[in-house]
Each structure stands twice: as structure tokens, then as C-alpha cells.
């Protein structure tokens, strides 16, 4: 039986932020569902609002992915076991609710460093705008209105 987009959600807040507390959590949430509501871009073009389609896009999250650079990724969310503070946070987000540090971020990554790159991704569509515990968080430049 395949996995409701609810438990989808809450499996990859687990995998890709569990351990960076609310806040982290809640930034990871709200780059979800920044994808999943923006108006324009690639997101709506091939998601077109459907939170399954943004967490399934192919190579979008890494907690997604089974292997990773030829490597079985056991961290992945069909490993994951939700605890009730990821469903919270699922649907605190599924409501509408956003974390302000995040802003309007379409994308995070873990630069694994203090220091967070000017733009992600590779093709600078989007610029730095905060850091949330070990994410850094960027919101999207001209340049990703034309993807």
C-alpha cells in the first residue's frame, strides 16, 4: 500500500532535519511547501501543487534517493519511523503555517561548514538568505522565474 503524502512528509522532515530540532525542522517543512505553493518556475510546471510530486522529484532531496553516488543510502525515508513531533510539524505546515527564517526558500542544503555558498544551486537560481542550524536556505533569484 503506498504511503499517504502526510507520512511521505513526515519521513523526509525526519530524515533530512531530525536531528536539528523544531526550527531546523520547520525549515525543512517550509522549503517543502514554498515548492509546493509557488506560483511560478519549475515547481509548478511539474509538480503543479501536488506535495507527493515536489518530495518524489527525482534528485531534489537526498533522503529520497536509495543510492547516492552508486551507494545504497540507508538513510533514506522507506527506512524512517516518524516519531509524533514529525507528523506536528507536517501538519503545522500542511496548515499554512511557515517558519519566518525560511522565508520564501525553494531550496537547503547542509554545506557541511560554517560557511554557505552566495547561490544554489549549481545554475544560481537561487541566493543565500539564512542559516537555520546546519542548513543554509536560499530564495529564488531572476534567474529561476525562467526555469
Sequence with gaps: M???ARELFARLIKCEAGGE?????????????????IAYGEYVKKC?????????????????METVAGQYNAQNIYNMTPDQVH????????SGNKLYGAGE????????NPNCETYFPRNQS?????RIVQHC?????????QT
Design 105 to 112: 526558500s525553494l531550496w537547503y542544503y547542509n554545506p557541511f
Design 126 to 130: 537561487g541566493v543565500y538568505f539564512n
Design 87 to 94: 507528523y506536528d510539524i507536517a501538519d503545522w505546515a500542511l
Design 137 to 145: 536556505y536560499y530564495t529564488p533569484t531572476q534567474k529561476y522565474a
Design 48 to 64: 503543479q501543487g501536488d506535495l507527493r510530486c515536489v518530495i518524489n522529484s527525482p534528485g531534489e532531496f537526498t533522503c529520497v
Design 2 to 4: 503506498p504511503l499517504s
Design 21 to 37: 530540532g523544531d526550527n531546523g525542522m520547520k525549515g525543512v517543512a517550509t522549503v517543502v511547501m514554498n515548492r509546493v505553493n
